[in-house]
């Protein structure tokens, strides 16, 4: 069954909702004690550009895909797929950087794991832009 619904843009939606999910959960603490993404010390600021960086690519992504929306195919000289890598990868450097923090919990190894979900997925449609050809679909 050919939906026409390519792998990389699975990863780029789902990689996007499951790092905005990331920020509710405990990103630090010891114990039962836990601070999520959105209320820890000077990361609470972390937490709310994170959850912005995967709203904006996941729904960027789907109104695309499914919707009938028409993005600006370039913003500040660079590609839509350029804007979404960016994005993702400034994502996975935040996150992976703060899980070598001290009393790290699941929230924030879940979002850099689906931070760097969003990179592959956003690397994939970079390479089926610059190539011209379609990637693999489902």
């Known amino acids: 069954m050919d939906n026409g ?25 010891s114990g039962s004690f836990g601070e999520n993404g959105w209320e820890t010390r000077g990361a609470g600021l972390l937490g709310i550009f994170l959850a912005a960086i995967g709203v904006v690519v996941a729904v960027g992504v789907a109104l695309t895909t499914f919707g009938d929306v028409s993005l600006p195919d370039a913003v500040v000289g660079l590609s839509r797929n350029q804007v979404y890598l960016a994005l993702s990868f400034a994502a996975f450097l935040i996150t992976f950087g703060l899980q070598f923090a001290d009393f ?3 929230g924030i190894t879940l979002g850099w794991i689906a931070a760097a979900v969003m990179t592959v997925g956003a690397v994939m449609e970079e390479q089926a832009d610059t190539s011209g050809g379609p990637t693999t679909q489902f």
């Open 5 to 29: 619904i390519k792998p990389s843009t699975i990863m780029l939606i789902g990689g996007g909702a499951v790092l905005l999910i990331s920020t509710f959960l405990d990103w630090f603490g």
């Open 104 to 106: 790290t919990k699941f």
